[in-house]
């Protein structure tokens, strides 16, 4: 039962960061679009953006994993 | 010519599915062991209660079963998981295993230095002798708890159980050996992580050179002297167009330069950093690179969360020991802001100091194991589809269907073994550079 729980919740962070990760993405892509001298700035942005995001998806992951037992 | 070339590729990826089943084929009988294992243990538990009748009339029929009785049944999850951790022996096949030198620390008994070959490692990496009371499980090193065990020179052993056991709420796995018929509890290597994922400190050190730690040589070996080889390149021709591998690693290396320790560590100290961050671009992305050649590689060190903890803590070290005044001042008492809010300000600067290097260490081994399990399970979609080799058919489709999958997946890998060799570098870069920024005005 906790383990099912525990893979719900890890589900749950997944959809989160998805979500972020995905609006990261496309307002880069559209930044981009409209500014492609800038590319070189926004895509470095992007990716730091993206692994903050992704390292709060990693924390619910892990928390998920250890109360899985 | 399109058509040609459709029928080529077609043609290799028919090559690559047969290779991979073929490859796929010894983890077959791996999954079965450990699945047999797990299902039959509580055959073994009632074998072992009624041992006494059954020794007296049947022996060897007892013996057999008191050993593990191996049913048919696949289990990728295990099968993944073996695959992913570390062990004291390099599996390249079935056939093929490079031995590795073991360090082991006992407390009554001293130091033990031997090959692992000494255990004779079979199917499933599992050891077929005992020498000086250890033995090899599942590529792991364990030591038998009996004190009856002899504890000198090489021992033949039976077959491996293991039984799941609950402890304060927790399910564990106990291995036991077969030996003279009778079941012999293991005792793990001491992990010092304080019991999150089950580990104890027990009587033995293991310090052996592991799979992990002998691609960890390789790989250094290899960039000292590909590295060594770019520089000696910029000494002897002097002012001239690169050549050879120097032409290979100088974008790189301009890269980290140019898109990540100028801007983020700044035009004044990036020398000083630049060494740090090129090594650490440089290990992580040849262990990631390393862990997807197959047979050969398919060491999972980048994944292993212990490599990252010391990378990650490596960078929390530096950034923080090279921290100037204001880095100091705007994680406990940051100017600007009313005085009321300081404190929570400090409570939250402080903590995100230490989730920093936690995330650090989580990104780059889950997106690595990720990949690595995402391929095991693909390869492990033939066994499913072919019901362990009862349906051809199945197995075949499966076949077919795993290898262009895990070509897909191998594909991905190959960007993120990039991007977070990349990532990795940039964080640091960005948390050093948090740490040594000049503050002009406020």
Redesign the interface.
């Known amino acids: 039962m906790t383990g099912t729980l525990a893979a719900i919740g890890a589900g749950l962070a997944v959809i989160g960061a998805g979500i972020g990760i995905g609006q990261i993405g496309g307002k880069s892509v559209e930044a981009i679009a409209r500014q492609p001298e800038a590319s ?1 700035d926004i895509r ?1 942005a992007m ?2 953006m993206a ?2 995001v ?3 998806a ?2 619910a ?2 928390l998920s994993i ?1 109360f899985a ?1 | 010519m399109i058509l040609r070339q459709s029928i080529r590729f077609l043609l290799s990826c028919s090559l690559l599915s047969v290779s991979s089943a073929i490859y796929a084929q010894g983890h077959d009988h791996d999954g079965d062991d450990q699945s047999g294992n797990d299902q039959t243990h509580e055959e073994v538990i009632q074998d072992s209660h009624d041992q006494d009748i059954h020794s007296h009339t049947a022996d060897g029929h007892d013996s057999h079963s008191a050993c593990g009785h191996h049913e048919e049944g696949y289990d990728p999850k295990a099968t993944a998981m073996h695959h992913i951790s570390d062990a004291n022996v390099y599996t390249i096949s079935d056939f093929i295993r490079i031995p590795l030198p073991c360090i082991l620390y006992h407390k009554e008994k001293g130091w033990d230095f031997f090959m692992s070959s000494k255990f004779h490692p079979g199917h499933h990496d599992d050891g077929h002798y005992a020498y000086n009371g250890y033995v090899m499980h599942m590529g792991g090193i364990k030591r038998v708890k009996d004190s009856n065990f002899p504890i000198d020179g090489e021992v033949e052993i039976g077959g491996f159980t293991t039984k799941t056991k609950e402890v304060d709420g927790k399910e564990r796995e106990e291995a036991y050996i077969c030996y003279h018929k009778e079941q012999l509890l293991l005792e793990d290597k001491t992990v010092w992580d304080m019991g999150i994922f089950g580990g104890a400190i027990t009587s033995f050190y293991d310090l052996s050179i592991t799979k992990n730690v002998m691609s960890m040589i390789l790989i250094f070996l290899l960039f000292f002297f590909l590295l060594r080889a770019a520089a000696k390149g910029y000494a002897t021709r002097k002012g001239m167009a690169p050549k050879g591998v120097q032409s290979f690693l100088e974008p790189v290396i301009l890269y980290i330069r140019d898109e990540v320790a100028v801007p983020f560590i700044g035009e004044k100290r990036y020398e000083q950093f630049l060494p740090l961050l090129l090594s650490i671009f440089f290990f992580i992305l040849g262990l990631n690179l390393w862990g997807q050649v197959p047979f050969l590689g398919g060491t999972n060190v980048t994944g292993s969360l212990t490599v990252t903890m010391v990378l990650a803590l490596l960078v929390f070290i530096i950034s923080n020991v090279s921290g100037n005044k204001h880095y100091w001042q705007h994680l406990f008492w940051m100017p600007g802001v009313p005085t009321a809010v300081k404190p929570l300000l400090a409570l939250i600067e402080v903590m995100s100091l230490f989730i920093k290097p936690l995330t650090l260490m989580l990104r780059l081994a889950g997106n690595i194991t990720a990949g690595h399990i995402a391929i095991l399970s693909f390869i492990g979609l033939i066994f499913i589809f072919g019901d362990s080799g009862k349906n051809m058919t199945g197995g075949i489709i499966g076949a077919v269907l795993s290898t262009l999958l895990t070509l897909f997946m191998m594909a991905i890998e190959l960007i993120v073994a990039f991007i977070q060799a990349y990532v990795f570098t940039l964080l640091s870069a960005s948390y050093i550079g948090a740490a040594v920024e000049e503050h002009e005005h406020h």
């Open positions: 070189g470095g990716i730091l692994a903050f992704e390292g709060a990693l924390i992951i892990l250890f037992g």
